[in-house]
């Protein structure tokens, strides 16, 4: 996943958080297959993009959250 740097929680406390949790965090967006916060750069249908909500959801629910839920808008 790719964190945009404009997320709330910060980028630099969201990445923490997933790395710790055994995620991975991408240094692009074209590497990523989920956007995790506010983007602006060209959307590409192939990926997610996902509210911050969604990281912290997961993590406190122990489980990987449906991301019908979680959708930003495109």
Not at 13 to 25: A, I, N, P, S, T
Not at 52 to 64: A, R
């Amino acid at each position: 996943m790719f964190i945009a740097p404009a997320s709330s929680p910060p980028r630099a406390k969201l990445c923490e958080l997933v790395l710790l949790c055994g995620g991975h965090v991408s240094p692009t967006p074209q590497l990523a297959s989920l956007i995790i916060g506010p983007y602006r750069g060209k959307k590409e249908p192939r990926i997610q993009y996902l509210s911050e909500k969604w990281v912290l959801d997961s993590i406190t629910q122990h489980k990987v959250c449906d991301f019908n839920d979680y959708q930003l808008l495109q």
